[in-house]
């Protein structure tokens, strides 16, 4: 989950505040803005989330790594960012705060065979960025995401609704692939089909990075209606 450290708030995205313990909040530094992930480990997506929102489960912080790649306040190169936030954070080190390693590419099929090896240990794929650019918040021609998808089809079973500005809309489709395995799809919708999406027993197609240990597709996204025969 993405967390942004000001100094003396971790918040996500949107800009809501997370509650960490104190001890977790002392292994950052106070004059230094971060950016980075909250995670756990692969396919345990749903554990961290539980642990980051949920203000009853303070000892289970434990669990979770800041893995820092960026520091949006520092007006230099990124490679110059990256060796600013090496060094800061190895002043207090600790398995809960960590510096993300980067690689130079070489050529695409050096991209191509890094990524293979996230999608085999169960990523979702690799963020590409000029070593020289500036710190930018969002994709653009200098930060680019690498993924590689397979699509299929499966049949809608339920509708969720979803929160905060789609409170009244709908949250995620409920699914049943062809194998029988029961999973959500939330993401690849516009408004319009949030607030019209494909009815009980329709059959849609989406977009998927490989299977988890139990069957459900990874990252699944909404592409269409089925339109086949």
């Given at each position: 989950m993405r967390?942004?450290?000001n100094g003396s708030t971790l918040y996500s995205r949107n800009g809501n505040a997370f509650h960490p313990p104190a001890w977790f909040k002392d292994l950052l530094p106070k004059d230094l803005a971060l950016?980075?992930?909250l995670w756990t480990k692969r396919d345990d997506f749903q554990n961290a989330i539980s642990i980051i929102k949920?203000?009853?489960?303070l000892a289970e912080w434990k669990q979770i790594t800041y893995m820092v790649y960026d520091a949006?306040?520092?007006d230099m190169p990124f490679e110059k960012r990256l060796e600013v936030i090496k060094k800061r954070l190895a002043e207090n080190p600790s398995v809960n705060v960590q510096y993300h390693a980067h690689k130079r590419c070489r050529d695409k099929a050096h991209l191509l065979e890094e990524t293979d090896k996230i999608l085999a240990a169960g990523g979702e794929g690799m963020m590409v960025k000029d070593p020289n650019c500036k710190y930018e918040s969002r994709r653009s021609a200098l930060l680019l995401k690498v993924k590689k998808f397979e699509d299929t089809e499966a049949t809608v079973i339920g509708h969720a609704?979803?929160?905060?500005r789609c409170w009244n809309m709908l949250g995620a489709l409920e699914m049943r692939g062809d194998n029988g395995v029961e999973f959500k799809i939330g993401s690849g919708f516009d408004d319009?089909?949030?607030r019209k999406p494909p009815k009980i027993g329709s059959r849609v197609t989406y977009k998927f990075q490989g299977l988890t240990k139990d069957g459900k597709?990874?990252?699944p996204i909404f592409m269409r209606?089925?339109?086949g025969m």
């Open positions: 967390g942004f450290w950016d980075g992930e949920n203000g009853n489960k949006p306040l520092l609704r979803g929160e905060g319009k089909q949030r597709p990874r990252f209606i089925y339109a």
